[in-house]
C-alpha cells in the first residue's frame, strides 16, 4: 500500500516566489492535515480537511499561505509571496477518522528553504 | 498558546534502562492521546495511543499512562534500544471540536549502547 506521497521532498527558493507543496493522502481516508516542523513550536497544526471540505484553518499563518482539497486524493499547500522565516519541515498527513478513535499516518515531508 | 508541551529537549539512557517520556496538556476537552515516532528525513510515525477512558495501555516494551487529572502522560519504554533512539512527540485531540490533532515540540531520545 502507498503511503502519503508528498512532493516536492525539497525545495529551495528565493524570497518573494511562490511555492507550492503537493500532497496524495492514502486511498479511503477522509481527513487531511498540513503540519509544519520547526524547533520552537514542534509540528504545528496549519490546517485540516474533512471530507476535502477545509474544517480548520486557524494555524494557517497569515494570508501568504492557501492550502485546497479539490478533490478526495489531493491536496496543496501554497505560500506566496515565501518568506525566509517559511523555511521549515512540511508534513502532510491523512487519516480515517471514525468515532474518537484514529490515527495520523504522515508522508515525508518537503523540507523548503526560502533564501 | 502551545495546548501540548514536552519541556524535556532531549533524554539520554543506557540500553537495557527505561525510558521516561512526559507530556502535559492545557485543554481538558482532549480525550485521545497518541506517541509518535520520528527518525530523522522521515515522517513521524505513530506508536501507541490511549483513550481518556483507560488510565494505561500497553503494547510490547512500550507503555502509556494518562493523568487526567493532572493533564499528564508519559510514554516508558522498558527495556530501551539502541533502535529507540528518534524523536518522540506527544499528540492529543477532542473529538467535540473536530478532532485536531495537537503535537508537542517533540524530545529527542538518545540511547546508549
Known amino acids: 500500500d502507498a503511503g502519503v506521497i508528498q512532493s516536492p521532498r525539497h525545495e529551495v527558493t528565493e524570497m518573494g516566489q511562490e511555492v507550492t507543496l503537493r500532497c496524495k493522502p492514502i486511498s479511503g481516508h477522509n481527513s487531511l492535515f498540513w503540519y509544519r516542523q520547526t524547533m520552537m513550536r514542534g509540528l504545528e497544526l496549519l490546517i485540516y480537511f474533512n471530507n476535502n471540505v477545509p474544517i480548520d484553518d486557524s494555524g494557517m499563518p497569515e494570508d501568504r499561505f492557501s492550502a485546497k482539497m479539490p478533490n478526495a486524493s489531493f491536496s496543496t499547500l501554497k505560500i506566496q509571496p515565501s518568506e525566509p522565516r517559511d523555511s521549515a519541515v512540511y508534513f502532510c498527513a491523512s487519516s480515517f477518522l471514525q468515532g474518537l478513535t484514529g490515527e495520523l499516518f504522515f508522508g515525508e515531508g518537503s523540507r523548503l528553504t526560502v533564501l | 498558546d502551545q495546548q501540548v508541551k514536552q519541556n524535556s529537549p532531549s533524554l539520554s539512557v543506557q540500553e537495557g534502562r527505561i525510558s521516561i517520556l512526559n507530556c502535559d496538556y492545557t485543554n481538558s476537552m482532549f480525550d485521545y492521546f497518541l506517541w509518535y515516532k520520528k527518525y530523522p528525513a522521515e515522517g513521524p510515525t505513530f506508536l501507541i495511543s490511549?483513550?481518556?477512558?483507560?488510565d494505561k495501555n500497553e503494547d510490547g516494551r512500550f507503555t502509556v499512562f494518562l493523568n487526567k487529572s493532572a493533564k499528564h502522560l508519559s510514554l516508558h519504554i522498558v527495556p530501551s534500544q539502541p533502535g529507540d533512539s528518534a524523536v518522540y512527540f506527544c499528540a492529543a485531540s477532542a473529538k467535540r471540536t473536530g478532532n485536531q490533532f495537537y503535537f508537542g515540540t517533540g524530545t529527542s531520545l538518545t540511547v546508549i549502547p
Open positions: 490511549i483513550s481518556s477512558i483507560k
